[in-house]
């Protein structure tokens, strides 16, 4: 945990860690997964990684707070993750990272999330690095306190459509 009353110079550190740790998954691993939220303090962090030296195109992201909306919607976190790292990279000629979107405009969206599980699945089910942040009511990867979905127990995405 890092505590600092400069959020910008928070932001950096939070970005320079998270590269630092998947550099060294990276070192003993074919392909390093993160979890990311989105929000206004993700998008400054994916720019900042985006400076950082790695190999992005062993980098496989995944969201962990997605709306159920379009991806290309303003309210779309995926395309936070799109404009602030993903596309930079590639305007630069560098190979950006492995994105993920959880199709959150999907008619079915409880099937979708199976199926952004599987691509989880062929990973090998489980995160390398995990990102997180609270929104300002207070939830964390679309948990929000004292809501039903806290005490659900099924393992894999979950769909909330009643925050």
């Not at 998270?18 to 990276?26: A, E």
């Not at 496989?60 to 909306?69: I, P, Y």
């Not at 560098?94 to 099937?111: I, K, L």
């Amino acid at each position: 945990m890092f505590v600092d009353a400069d959020q910008d110079r928070l932001l950096r550190l939070a970005a320079s860690r998270v590269c630092d740790t998947l550099r060294d998954v990276l070192s003993v691993r074919e392909r390093a997964v993160i979890a990311v939220p989105g929000g206004r303090s993700a998008a400054r962090i994916f720019e900042t990684m985006g400076r950082e030296d790695l190999d992005w195109h062993r980098v496989h992201f995944f969201m962990v707070d997605e709306r159920l909306v379009s991806l290309d919607l303003p309210d779309s976190n995926f395309r936070l993750l799109r404009e602030h790292l993903v596309e930079p990279l590639a305007r630069e000629g560098r190979t950006p990272p492995q994105a993920h979107p959880f199709p959150g405009d999907a008619p079915d969206p409880e099937r979708a999330a199976g199926e952004y599980g599987r691509a989880l699945e062929e990973l090998g089910s489980r995160f390398d690095v995990v990102l997180l942040s609270s929104g300002e009511d207070g939830h964390v990867a679309s948990l929000f306190p004292d809501h039903h979905s806290v005490m659900d127990a099924r393992h894999g995405f979950l769909v909330m459509d009643d925050a």
